[in-house]
């Protein structure tokens, strides 16, 4: 089944311990709709500048993702200017250009707006709106937002979250978004205000995700070799919407969630093996197989069978 995503196409100049790029490719859009076509069919809404590379949207095309509701308008790129320390979890934002997001509005193509399975990416949360407005009944709503918006357009985002069954948020913004510390009460927070499942991203230390009942932990892939994370948040949400949109059952249960967790997982660690998307253009899929099964053998521990020592003693 398809998916549809709507966020950031952007030139990113980053800077890492580990060495300076500038007005590399990036965007939230970019990172998700390059790791979900791996999985299938993408359909991508955003807008680029007079400035943006063809040589991008022909990477993007050579994908299979459908461009149809890419527009290019008169003006620049959105542009985004971060830098990461030797922790490498957090971006600090330098500077954010909006640019030719700034008067986007966008209109999907008829043969987006039945689309069953949607991702509004990290975007102005007015924007997510305008495009569920658009959409027919979709199975699926998942968000993914990040400070910028959180501090700056709050109002709109609660708006927005009242509207999605899924939100993707790391664990600083879920702490900003709910005003809560601990990462449980920040999540039941965030539950209340709409999402019925919530993923905390929390960088090298993995990812949890929530619903009302449930709790499900899944680590980062251990690399020996890590660059830079930018676009992991968002690969993570390609994987994980593209096995969902992709199942044979089509029942978004919670084994179905589970898996959808570790191949977000799989898929991120790759991307922040290089910089910008550099590893995702080379990775092929016998990799992406080789390292789901590494997970499974990391994190595998059912065959220990039950605590007798423990159940046994006072
Ligand atoms: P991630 O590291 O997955 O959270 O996302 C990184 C991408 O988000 C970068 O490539 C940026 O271009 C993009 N980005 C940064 N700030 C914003 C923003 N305010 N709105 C939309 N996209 C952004």
């Known amino acids: 089944m398809s998916l549809l995503v709507v966020g950031s196409i952007a030139l990113d100049s980053l800077e890492t311990p580990f060495g300076k790029k500038e007005d590399v490719l990036g965007g939230s859009a970019t990172y998700f709709s390059t790791s979900a076509s791996f999985f299938g069919p993408v359909q991508l809404v955003a807008v680029v500048g007079e400035d943006f590379p063809e040589a991008h949207l022909q990477f993007l095309r050579g994908r299979g993702i459908d461009l149809e509701g890419l527009t290019r308008e008169a003006g620049r790129t959105f542009r985004w200017k971060g830098k990461y320390g030797w922790e490498l979890n957090e971006a600090q934002t330098l500077d954010t250009q909006l640019n030719v997001f700034e008067s986007f509005s966008p209109n999907l193509p008829q043969a987006y707006r039945e689309t069953p399975y949607v991702f509004l990416g990290n975007i102005h949360p007015e924007l997510q709106s305008r495009v569920l407005d658009q959409v027919k009944a979709p199975k699926l709503v998942a968000a993914d937002t990040m400070n910028f918006w959180i501090q700056g357009s709050r109002a709109a985002l609660l708006k927005t979250l009242q509207r999605v069954n899924l939100l993707f948020i790391n664990d600083a913004e879920a702490r900003q978004l ?7 009460k920040a999540a039941r927070a965030i539950l209340a205000m709409g999402p019925s499942r919530v993923v905390i991203k929390r960088g090298e230390h993995g990812a949890l995700l929530f619903d009302q009942d449930h709790i499900f932990a899944c680590p980062a892939f251990p690399l020996s070799e890590v660059f830079d994370p930018t676009g992991a948040g968002d690969t993570f949400a390609g994987g994980f919407m593209g096995t969902l949109a992709t199942s044979s059952s089509g029942k978004v249960d919670g084994q179905l969630l589970r898996k959808a967790m570790v191949m977000g997982s799989v898929m991120a660690s790759f991307t922040v093996e290089k910089f910008s998307l550099e590893r995702l253009r ?8 080789a390292r789901f099964n590494e997970f499974k053998k990391l994190t595998h521990f059912d065959d220990l069978g039950p605590l007798d020592a423990v159940a046994g003693s006072r």
């Open 178 to 184: 709910s005003g809560e510390h601990n990462v449980v």
């Open 282 to 289: 080379e990775v092929q899929r016998p990799e992406i197989h």
